[in-house]
């Protein structure tokens, strides 16, 4: 009888090692971009904030999902396991895999103390219908329910660049003067 599948926090050493599974499901990422996006991730900001990588694995070790959590603290729930960066390949043992998913983001959020868990499940399924009609399925298998409403605005341009940079680089270490000033409309209204 094989072993059952095993969750394991991704650690240094591995990353790279996790590198095939999400370059299948995001074709144009590079393996320097997908390191830039992991090592952060990794490492949490706190032992009471605690966030990471969760891999799941076989008994030999090959990295068959991956979900990205974090602790946070959500007005409605109050402490709440994000889950975000689900990949689960359309490969023979999904609903296994699935399955091993469920209960290790159950655990983390038992042992963090959370009220809820949010799962949020992108096109990193697949942008296909039936991939989106079998990752809500499956949820709602496992006692979550559909709620709100995800939304993406795609930056292009000097937008992009901007962002790109303030990525890889300290905010701190360099000043941007082309982001736009935020105003509070009423201290405008003020002010006339």
């Not at 396991?81 to 043992?93: A, F, K, M, Q, R």
Request: proline fraction near 6%.
């Amino acid at each position: 009888m094989e072993k059952p599948l095993a969750p394991r926090l991704l650690d240094r050493e591995r990353i790279d090692q996790a590198f095939p599974l999400v370059h299948n499901m995001a074709p144009n990422l590079t393996l320097e971009r997908w390191v830039r996006f992991a090592r952060p991730q990794i490492v949490s900001r706190s032992s009471n904030w605690p966030r990471g990588l969760m891999t799941i694995q076989n008994a030999t070790g090959h990295i068959l999902g991956l979900f990205g959590f974090a602790v946070r603290n959500a007005l409605n729930d109050g402490r709440t396991l994000h889950l975000d960066n689900v990949i689960v390949p359309d490969i023979p043992g999904r609903d296994l895999i699935w399955m091993s998913m469920i209960e290790a983001a159950e655990h983390v959020a038992q042992v963090n103390g959370c009220m809820a868990i949010r799962a949020e499940i992108a096109d990193e399924l697949g942008p296909s219908g039936s991939e989106r009609t079998w990752a809500m399925s499956s949820l709602r298998t496992f006692g979550y329910a559909v709620e709100g409403l995800r939304a993406v605005k795609r930056l292009t341009g000097e937008q992009a660049a901007i962002a790109a940079a303030e990525e890889t680089l300290d905010a701190s270490e360099v000043d941007f003067p082309r982001r736009p000033k935020i105003v509070d409309p009423r201290a405008a209204a003020r002010q006339d």
